[in-house]
């Protein structure tokens, strides 16, 4: 964390005892005054992961409608499929409207597939397809960034040259090449698919912001102590990027929704899973939804489900970024009355595409 | 995508050129960015459907880009050439009566076949349509492996208006009708296409690469229209006083406006952009939404969704789990899913089109078996894979060596209606304990490579020839057992060399119950195409599809109806529904050329 805070455990608790035994004065210490119990460490931990960003979160609305929402779709994707029967043709019948029976709240296909059912399905996939594009995006883009904006000189040039020449590959017909040379039906391969140039934008703003982090004091600090490269990148640099790295972690995974929605619809992706964009295909080309006014419902649910998702990680992104901001978090937990702007809590990270 | 219209001109098997209809064609990526309406301009003034004495038409490939060359596969017009050119003869399917038209008279004598050029036929620029043009066409037909290829010994022009083939045997009559003249334009004048025929007799590879290769961008017309011109949006022809029909024809201009895809044309129809549509697939739904004053005609197809087992595959090359795969389909099912407005289920999985089933195999079919044309028979399909060792571990159907049998269906993409067949049966299949799973490909990278190199184990494909061959048993039994006409390389025994085989036996149990029949289809068929008394063909058909009734080359599920809409209320009319002339393929090319269909606007 930032050395800014005031918070933390990593210093030990040096006890200045006045006197000595014999009434001298003594910098030394009890090694029982600085032992920290495991109680205390899980308690340090509870608060520094749990409590305070649950006491930001729930301050802003953002983040609490954001995170419902995503948490319904974990759910969705988790229990919901075990309880939920999947989608098969003929499970129940052909072109129920929807709202009209509890077999098929949300209509059936011209095959008799429940649409709700298929909603659900598709959704696992989907969230693995997110993890796995947006934990790849942004590990690739932070280690590229931060490595090249902290070294500088011949590594920066070199990285950033690589990144600039992934960047200049144009992603979509890129992304339609792979996927029909290799085919991909795993999500967690297609995931990482989707953002196979995705990182690169991401890391040239990453690095800058490296640039201007490593002439901060605190990373002069460490690095005066002798202090390694890996570790001053893993305490002090990354650490200060995090609200950055998650508000686009988000982005990420908005991206690969939109991206997997799309390449499904135009049919280029295997047609191995369930998925939004594969049910909005059928909807528009087999049951004629655009033409045929009765089955327009057969767009509108798979289209709810993709704005739904997308909805909440633009809010969770924007949620987040006060989370990490460790200044309105430290005020909010009510442990520093140094920070009185409210100005501050407006504040929010600029979301990068 | 529209269902491909099969082309049965020319079947360049033996370059390769496996059937790439274009009516077919996936969607390319290229036409991607603009799916949900392509063409809101376009030069139809008015809002309403056609303006002045202009038919406005549609077809699914970009006009600018459109040849004319049939031989030559690549950007190959499909509706467009229907006007320009004359149809041989007009064949009924409804009436299955050949009516003549370029050709006005034929003649067959067991190893011969004489047909006559009509009278007063002229090509667009004043030249006489011949003799000589009509052998030229069907000649290069011959060297490229048209279908008659295979009994046909030579094609001349014996005067200026007699063409004469000589077959190797003698053949019935039959055969030549449906071969030569049912499906047949007149589209190749000598005077553009002899010299292709005189490089192929010179240096055969080269020659039949020009041949097919050559892009007939400007025809010359045999047809009552002739193309003004072409854009990216439209085709335009006008109509040619000097034809013999033109007489009948009261509007000037034919359009054929460019959408890229089925659900482009379905907005122009519900918008009433335009006159007509060709071989278009719309679900009832679909074709609800249209104005009323469409006519849906419906032409059956003699054709449709089966599939195609590759018989060197370890576990689709065993004939049990081809009838169990049988067995399990619910073919009713899937054709209520598809649309049961416009797919028939077929009675009986034989090589008979199902409209034929009856007149063939009627005495027979306490023998057939139907496999469960309504159900999924999941107790004969368990019977008959147990009888062969295979057995059901853990809901999976495993084989005597405890490998799971998986079915994985290759499909083309975008092919709407067969997409929601293959689903249907992949659920089937995988209730019953198969490892049923699909997977589609672009359709150029199925006929180009994934066919031809029998890279599948199970595919989607047309079990029947198509209208109007596959009306009669010989051209299906043949499709099946023999040599299927879209380059399907199944490595079936008693195939043909091209798709995989080595016309070898065939043995299936007798169809009297007892003991076994062990024939050659190739043979078999040679005969049948010869044969020329009732009996005789009436007994090879039978046995033939009663090979193909246990064996099953291949699964048939749904047969087709084409469906055409045009406009019959309004600037038009048209012949009331049910009239026999409705019969005729491609309603709106041909009844023009008759006068049924008018302007009235």
């Known amino acids: 964390m930032k050395p800014t805070e005031t918070d933390g455990g990593e210093q030990p608790s040096i006890v200045a005892t006045a006197t000595d035994e014999d009434g001298s004065f003594s910098f030394e210490y009890d090694d029982d005054d600085i032992e920290i119990t495991h109680r205390e460490r899980a308690r340090e931990l509870f608060d520094e992961l749990i409590y305070k960003p649950a006491i930001v979160a729930v301050k802003d609305r953002r983040t609490v409608i954001g995170g419902l929402i995503f948490l319904g779709y974990l759910l969705m994707g988790s229990v919901g499929v075990l309880f939920y029967p999947a989608p098969t043709s003929n499970q129940v019948d052909r072109s129920i409207a929807p709202f009209s029976t509890m077999d098929a709240p949300l209509g059936s296909t011209a095959i008799g597939e429940d649409v709700l059912s298929m909603i659900i399905h598709a959704t696992p996939e989907m969230l693995q397809m997110i993890f796995a594009g947006g934990i790849f995006a942004t590990g690739i883009a932070t280690l590229i960034g931060t490595v090249a904006g902290y070294k500088g000189g011949r590594i920066d040039r070199a990285i950033t040259s690589f990144s600039d020449a992934a960047m200049s590959?144009?992603?979509?017909?890129?992304?339609?090449?792979?996927?029909?040379?290799?085919?991909?039906?795993?999500?967690?391969?297609?995931?990482?698919?989707?953002?196979?140039?995705?990182?690169?934008?991401?890391?040239?703003?990453?690095?800058?912001?490296?640039?201007?982090?490593?002439?901060?004091?605190?990373?002069?600090?460490?690095?005066?102590?002798?202090?390694?490269?890996?570790?001053?990148?893993?305490?002090?640099?990354?650490?200060?990027?995090?609200?950055?790295?998650?508000?686009?972690?988000?982005?990420?995974?908005?991206?690969?929704?939109?991206?997997?929605?799309?390449?499904?619809?135009?049919?280029?992706?295997?047609?191995?899973?369930?998925?939004?964009?594969?049910?909005?295909?059928?909807?528009?080309?087999?049951?004629?939804?655009?033409?045929?006014?009765?089955?327009?419902?057969?767009?509108v649910f798979p289209m709810v489900a993709?704005?739904?998702?997308?909805?909440?990680?633009?809010?969770?992104?924007?949620?987040?970024?006060?989370?990490?901001?460790?200044?309105?978090?430290?005020?909010?937990?009510?442990?520093?009355?140094?920070?009185?702007?409210?100005?501050?809590?407006?504040?929010?990270?600029?979301?990068?595409? | 995508m529209v269902e491909t219209d099969a082309s049965r001109h020319m079947q360049l098997n033996r370059r390769r050129f496996i059937e790439l209809s274009g009516a077919a064609g996936a969607i390319s990526l290229a036409g991607c960015a603009d799916l949900v309406n392509n063409d809101g301009s376009g030069t139809d003034g008015g809002g309403g459907g056609g303006s002045g004495s202009r038919h406005i038409s549609m077809t699914n490939k970009i006009p600018s880009e459109l040849q004319w060359n049939n031989s030559n596969p690549s950007t190959r017009a499909e509706i467009s050439r229907r006007a320009i050119f004359d149809r041989f003869v007009a064949y009924n399917i409804k009436t299955g009566e050949f009516e003549g038209y370029a050709i006005s008279d034929w003649s067959h004598d067991g190893s011969s076949f004489e047909l006559t050029v009509r009278e007063d036929l002229t090509w667009e620029n004043g030249d006489d349509v011949t003799a000589e043009d009509v052998a030229t066409q069907l000649n290069l037909g011959l060297k490229t492996g048209a279908s008659y290829a295979g009994y046909t010994e030579s094609i001349e022009a014996s005067s200026e208006k007699t063409v004469t083939f000589t077959f190797n045997s003698e053949l019935g009559e039959q055969i030549p009708k449906y071969d030569i003249l049912a499906a047949r334009y007149l589209h190749q004048k000598a005077s553009e296409f002899g010299k292709f025929l005189d490089q192929i007799e010179e240096d055969e590879e080269a020659g039949l690469q020009a041949l097919t290769e050559f892009a007939y961008s400007e025809p010359i017309a045999s047809g009552p229209w002739t193309i003004e011109s072409k854009d990216q949006q439209q085709l335009l022809l006008t109509k040619r006083d000097d034809h013999p029909d033109s007489g009948n024809i009261n509007f000037d201009e034919y359009v054929f406006k460019?959408?890229?895809?089925?659900?482009?044309?379905?907005?122009?129809?519900?918008?009433?952009?335009?006159?007509?549509?060709?071989?278009?697939?719309?679900?009832?739904?679909?074709?609800?939404?249209?104005?009323?004053?469409?006519?849906?005609?419906?032409?059956?197809?003699?054709?449709?969704?089966?599939?195609?087992?590759?018989?060197?595959?370890?576990?689709?090359?065993?004939?049990?789990?081809?009838?169990?795969?049988?067995?399990?389909?619910?073919?009713?099912?899937?054709?209520?899913?598809?649309?049961?407005?416009?797919?028939?289920?077929?009675?009986?999985?034989?090589?008979?089109?199902?409209?034929?089933?009856?007149?063939?195999?009627?005495?027979?079919?306490?023998?057939?078996?139907?496999?469960?044309?309504?159900?999924?028979?999941?107790?004969?399909?368990?019977?008959?894979l147990e009888d062969a060792g295979y057995a059901q571990q853990d809901e999976n159907w495993v084989d005597s060596d405890g490998n799971v049998v998986e079915i994985p269906i290759i499909e083309p993409s975008g092919w709407n209606d067969w997409n929601d067949a293959t689903k249907t049966i992949v659920d089937?299949?995988?209730?019953?304990?198969?490892?049923?799973?699909?997977?589609?490909?672009?359709?150029?990278?199925?006929?180009?490579?994934?066919?031809?190199?029998?890279?599948?184990?199970?595919?989607?494909?047309?079990?029947?020839?198509?209208?109007?061959?596959?009306?009669?048993?010989?051209?299906?039994?043949?499709?099946?057992?023999?040599?299927?006409?879209?380059?399907?390389?199944?490595?079936?025994?008693?195939?043909?060399?091209?798709?995989?085989?080595?016309?070898?036996?065939?043995?299936?149990?007798?169809?009297?119950?007892?003991?076994?029949?062990?024939?050659?289809?190739?043979?078999?068929?040679?005969?049948?195409?010869?044969?020329?008394?009732?009996?005789?063909?009436?007994?090879?058909?039978?046995?033939?599809?009663?090979?193909?009734?246990?064996?099953?080359?291949?699964?048939?599920?749904?047969?087709?109806?084409?469906?055409?809409?045009?406009?019959?209320?309004?600037?038009?009319?048209?012949?009331?529904?049910?009239t026999d002339s409705l019969g005729i393929r491609y309603p709106n090319t041909w009844l023009p050329r008759t006068g049924e269909l008018e302007y009235t606007g």
Do not use: C
Request: charged share 20%; net charge negative; proline share 5%.
């Open chain 2, 258 to 384: 460019y959408y890229e895809d089925n659900n482009s044309v379905y907005q122009a129809l519900k918008n009433d952009e335009i006159d007509s549509a060709f071989n278009l697939y719309a679900s009832p739904d679909v074709v609800e939404s249209f104005p009323e004053n469409f006519m849906q005609v419906q032409t059956p197809g003699a054709w449709g969704y089966g599939l195609i087992p590759n018989h060197d595959h370890q576990h689709m090359g065993d004939r049990a789990v081809r009838q169990a795969i049988q067995y399990v389909i619910n073919r009713k099912q899937v054709v209520e899913n598809v649309s049961a407005a416009s797919k028939s289920v077929p009675p009986y999985p034989v090589g008979i089109p199902s409209s034929k089933q009856e007149q063939w195999i009627g005495d027979h079919t306490d023998a057939f078996d139907d496999y469960g044309a309504d159900s999924s028979a999941t107790d004969k399909a368990t019977t008959v």
């Open chain 2, 428 to 578: 089937q299949l995988s209730s019953f304990g198969f490892a049923a799973s699909s997977e589609s490909r672009d359709y150029g990278t199925l006929t180009d490579t994934v066919w031809p190199n029998s890279e599948f184990a199970i595919t989607t494909g047309g079990w029947l020839d198509g209208v109007p061959q596959g009306i009669y048993p010989y051209f299906s039994l043949h499709h099946q057992l023999v040599k299927n006409s879209r380059g399907f390389s199944y490595n079936y025994a008693a195939a043909d060399t091209t798709r995989g085989g080595d016309r070898g036996e065939v043995t299936v149990p007798a169809m009297d119950g007892s003991g076994e029949l062990t024939i050659t289809p190739s043979d078999r068929l040679d005969e049948l195409a010869v044969a020329s008394d009732e009996s005789t063909v009436t007994e090879i058909t039978v046995e033939l599809a009663w090979v193909t009734n246990q064996d099953l080359p291949m699964v048939p599920v749904m047969e087709k109806m084409g469906q055409s809409f045009i406009d019959a209320q309004g600037e038009w009319s048209v012949p009331e529904e049910g």
């Open chain 1, 306 to 353: 993709i704005m739904g998702i997308a909805l909440s990680l633009i809010l969770l992104a924007q949620g987040l970024d006060r989370v990490f901001n460790p200044r309105v978090r430290t005020r909010l937990a009510g442990e520093s009355e140094s920070i009185t702007d409210d100005a501050d809590e407006q504040r929010s990270t600029e979301l990068i595409h």
């Open chain 1, 169 to 299: 590959i144009p992603g979509l017909p890129l992304i339609m090449v792979l996927a029909v040379v290799f085919r991909p039906s795993n999500p967690w391969v297609i995931g990482v698919l989707l953002t196979i140039n995705y990182w690169a934008g991401l890391g040239r703003s990453i690095r800058s912001q490296v640039l201007t982090l490593r002439e901060a004091p605190y990373v002069e600090a460490s690095r005066t102590m002798g202090v390694s490269t890996w570790r001053i990148l893993r305490k002090d640099i990354i650490p200060n990027l995090m609200p950055f790295i998650l508000v686009n972690f988000a982005n990420a995974a908005r991206y690969v929704v939109f991206t997997s929605v799309g390449l499904y619809y135009l049919g280029i992706l295997p047609t191995s899973v369930e998925n939004w964009g594969l049910q909005l295909d059928v909807a528009y080309k087999n049951a004629g939804a655009l033409v045929a006014d009765g089955n327009l419902y057969l767009l």
